[in-house]
C-alpha cells in the first residue's frame, strides 16, 4: 500500500498543475476516497484491490484449501456483474472481477509443475479461438458476463504458451523462459510506472506532435515499457529508499 498513497501525494499536485492537459479537475472534496481506492492515479486502483486480495489470501488462503477458494472466487467473478459498477469511484464491480484470475495464480504457483505438462500447443489454438469467440460477442453483445470468460480464455492461452516455451528445448537454449521470468519479476514495476511515463507521452505526442491513433499507442506502449523496465532495474531498486517507497519493497 506504501506506494499507492506514495502516488497519490505525488499526483494530487501534478493533477492541478497539469489540468489543462485533463479532461476531469482534482476534486479536493473527494481526497477522502483516496482510502476507498479512489487514486488520484487512477491507473493504481489495482494496488489497492491487491492488497486486500492479499490480506485475504494470507489470512485464509493454503495448499490445502486453494481449490476449493479458487473454485469460490470463480463464483464470486460469475456474480461480478450484478454488483453496483461504482463505490465512491471505485469500481465494486471490476474489483470483484479480479477475484477468481488473482487466486488463479496463487492456484497455479502451487501446481506450476503439473499444471505446464497439462497444456499442448494445441491447447493454445483452442484458448485462442474461444477468446476470439467471447470478445466478438462482448463487442456485438455488450454483455458484461462475456468479459468474464475472453479475461479466463486470455489468461490460459498465456499460460498455454508459457508452458510451451518453458518445455521446449530451442527455447531453453536461447533462454527465452529466462527472459519471460525478468519480465515478469518487473511486471509490477511496469505497472506502476507505466502511466506516468504514458501522461508525458500523451502530452508530448498529441500536444506537440500531434500523433494519435495507432502509432501513438504503439509507441506509448513500447516506450513506457522500455522506461520503466530499465528505469526501475538501474536507479529505482538500486537506491533502498525509492524501493520502499514507489515499489513497497525492503
Not at 501446481?111 to 477468446?131: C, N, Q
Request: proline share 2%.
Amino acid at each position: 500500500m506504501v506506494p499507492y498513497f506514495v502516488f497519490a501525494v505525488i499526483y494530487i499536485p501534478l493533477r492541478i498543475i497539469m489540468a489543462e492537459y485533463s479532461r476531469f479537475s482534482y476534486d479536493f472534496t473527494k481526497l477522502y476516497t483516496v482510502f476507498l481506492g479512489n487514486n488520484p492515479n487512477g491507473e493504481l486502483w489495482f494496488l489497492y484491490v491487491l492488497f486486500w486480495f492479499s490480506i485475504v489470501a494470507i489470512l485464509f488462503a493454503n495448499k490445502k484449501n486453494i481449490k476449493f477458494i479458487t473454485v469460490f472466487a470463480l463464483a464470486v467473478t460469475l456474480c461480478s456483474p450484478l454488483v453496483p459498477y461504482a463505490y465512491n469511484g471505485i469500481s465494486a464491480s471490476n474489483s470483484l472481477f479480479q477475484v477468481f484470475f488473482f487466486f488463479l495464480g496463487i492456484f497455479t504457483s502451487i501446481y506450476y509443475e503439473k499444471v505446464r505438462t497439462i497444456f499442448k500447443l494445441h491447447w493454445f489454438a483452442v484458448f485462442t479461438a474461444a477468446f476470439i469467440a467471447f470478445e466478438i460477442l462482448l463487442q456485438t453483445t455488450g454483455i458484461y458476463v462475456f468479459k468474464i470468460f475472453t479475461s479466463l480464455f486470455a489468461t490460459l492461452g498465456v499460460l498455454c504458451i508459457s508452458s510451451v516455451i518453458a518445455r521446449s528445448k530451442a527455447m531453453q537454449k536461447i533462454n527465452v523462459e529466462g527472459y519471460f521470468s525478468q519480465l515478469g519479476q518487473y511486471s509490477m514495476d511496469i505497472y506502476i510506472f507505466h502511466s506516468p511515463v504514458a501522461v508525458i507521452m500523451r502530452i508530448l505526442l498529441f500536444s506537440y506532435l500531434e500523433i494519435g491513433g495507432a502509432v501513438y499507442t504503439i509507441l506509448t506502449f513500447f516506450i513506457s515499457t522500455v522506461i520503466s523496465y530499465f528505469g526501475s532495474k538501474l536507479i529505482v531498486r538500486k537506491v533502498k529508499l525509492l524501493r520502499l517507497l514507489l515499489l513497497g519493497m525492503k
